[in-house]
């Protein structure tokens, strides 16, 4: 008996040793885990714009849809591009509707659909879910290539991340 009481003693006294000395950094981790935030959440910071043009464009040429710059140490992450736009005519189309995020080689192509058709023009629409980057004093655009193309309603929509942390 004495000698399991003498055993639980050492027990205990071993215990509130190895506490003395794992305690605290097991509490530090605790607490600066909590110090933790996430900066690049999308709701933190999110963006979304509409951009309008009408008028005529040449045939088979391209009409731009010009968005703000992005400001300075900013990226902005685009996440959804939607749209609709005119042809005058019977024979007006869409070709091709191009997002430029940075130099030419910084295109994403999207497909367009005939919503309506009458004698008098066509509407066409766009909403696509994407994921592209545009830099800090970057401009996007939105170009529709076409003929007979007229007004163009476009919204792109994400969100920014800070790029100094």
Request: proline fraction near 5%.
């Amino acid at each position: 008996m004495k000698n399991r009481i003498l055993t639980l003693a050492g027990i205990l006294a071993l215990v509130a040793v190895l506490g003395k000395f794992y305690a605290v950094p097991a509490i530090a981790q605790a607490v600066r885990a909590a110090v933790v935030k996430n900066i690049d959440e999308p709701g933190r910071s999110p963006f979304q714009q509409e951009a309008f043009f009408s008028g005529s464009c040449p045939n088979i040429a391209a009409c731009s849809v010009n968005y703000a710059p992005v400001p300075a140490n900013k990226r902005l992450v685009i996440t959804n591009v939607s749209g609709r736009f005119l042809t005058t005519g019977s024979n007006g189309r869409v070709d091709q509707v191009d997002l430029i995020t940075g130099p030419i080689l910084n295109r994403t192509f999207f497909l367009a659909s005939i919503q309506n058709s009458s004698a008098g023009g066509s509407a066409w629409v766009v909403s696509q879910q994407i994921h592209a980057f545009v830099e800090a004093g970057t401009t996007p655009v939105i170009e529709v290539f076409g003929i007979g193309t007229g007004a163009l309603y476009f919204t792109i929509t994400g969100y920014f991340v800070d790029v100094t942390q």
